[in-house]
């Protein structure tokens, strides 16, 4: 199993940009998707982007616009680009690696959107 490392995390005002990164222990050539989930106090772990092997991103409708996933295999890198954050973005952030024989989870990165 692929490990994951998230950062990137903290506190931004409203409106503001902050960048996550997920590291991988392994090669992301091959998973099949990597994806950004989030998790806010009392809810349940939502999707917020996935971008396949070949490229293909997609996103929930809250964040379309606002977010940018890219990932970028030479360093095995996943990216979060988060713009014009709202305070309901606040939540911890997790990595996702799902692939043949992997669905590894990172330990998660907090983002907090407050003025």
């Known amino acids: 199993q692929v490990q994951l490392v998230e950062s990137g995390g903290g506190l931004v005002q409203p409106g503001g940009s902050l960048r996550l990164s997920c590291a991988a222990s392994g090669s992301i050539s091959s998973m099949y998707s990597m994806g950004w989930y989030r998790q806010a106090p009392g809810k349940q772990r939502e999707l917020v982007a996935a971008?396949?092997?070949?490229?293909?991103?997609n996103y929930r409708d809250s964040v379309q616009g606002r977010f940018t996933i890219s990932r970028d295999n030479a360093k095995n890198t996943v990216y979060l680009q988060m713009n014009s954050l709202k305070p309901e973005d606040t939540a911890a952030y997790y990595c996702?690696?799902?692939?043949?024989?992997?669905?590894?989870w990172g330990q998660g990165t907090q983002v907090t959107v407050s003025s």
């Open positions: 971008i396949t092997s070949g490229g293909r991103t």
């Open positions: 996702h690696a799902r692939g043949l024989g992997t669905n590894s």
